[in-house]
């Protein structure tokens, strides 16, 4: 499957803010941990002192979609529940695609994981709104 984008009404119907990363695991070929990184990067650097005014309910009511490009291969790795521990408030939905990359790494560790030298890099957007 390519894509399992949920139809039906939208999650969010006032839009905040958009935000976008992406992560990789070089090490260990886990989807889980790429995209961990990938939705880190996407909001870690954001701070919105103003939602307790701006949304009703403030933080316990924002809702957040995520959509993750995720290469196919490694899709099996992940683990949403895991990825979902990343943000500290608001409902989530998430929705994926085939998308991020493979790429080689340049070494396989053992030690690490690794079944091959395969970097796994995952790509998100995070919407924001209530």
Same mark, same amino acid.
């Not at 899709?75 to 939905?93: C, H, M, N, Q």
């Not at 695609?97 to 030298?117: E, F, K, N, R, Y």
């Given at each position: @499957? *390519?894509?399992?984008?949920?139809? &039906?009404?939208?999650?969010?119907e006032?839009?905040?803010?958009?935000?976008?990363?992406?992560?990789?695991? *070089?090490?260990?070929?886990?989807?889980?941990?790429?995209?961990? =990184?990938a939705? =880190?990067?996407?909001?870690?650097?954001?701070s919105?002192?103003?939602?307790n =005014?701006?949304?009703? &309910?403030?933080?316990?009511?924002l809702?957040?979609?995520?959509?993750?490009a995720?290469?196919?291969?490694? =899709? *099996?790795?992940?683990?949403?529940?895991?990825?979902?521990?990343?943000?500290?408030?608001?409902?989530?939905?998430?929705?994926l695609?085939? &998308?991020? @990359?493979?790429?080689?790494?340049?070494?396989?560790? $053992?030690?690490?994981?690794?079944? &091959?030298? $395969? @970097?796994?890099?995952v790509?998100? *957007?995070?919407?924001?709104?209530?």
């Amino acid at each position: @499957m *390519s894509s399992d984008r949920i139809e &039906g009404d939208p999650h969010i119907e006032n839009l905040l803010f958009i935000e976008c990363g992406f992560g990789n695991d *070089s090490h260990g070929q886990n989807a889980t941990k790429a995209a961990v =990184r990938a939705c =880190r990067n996407a909001i870690e650097f954001n701070s919105i002192p103003s939602v307790n =005014r701006l949304v009703p &309910g403030g933080y316990d009511c924002l809702k957040l979609d995520v959509l993750l490009a995720v290469p196919p291969k490694y =899709r *099996s790795t992940l683990d949403l529940e895991k990825v979902a521990e990343v943000f500290p408030y608001g409902s989530i939905r998430f929705q994926l695609q085939d &998308g991020g @990359m493979v790429a080689p790494s340049g070494i396989a560790i $053992d030690s690490l994981g690794d079944q &091959g030298d $395969d @970097m796994v890099v995952v790509c998100c *957007s995070v919407s924001v709104g209530y």
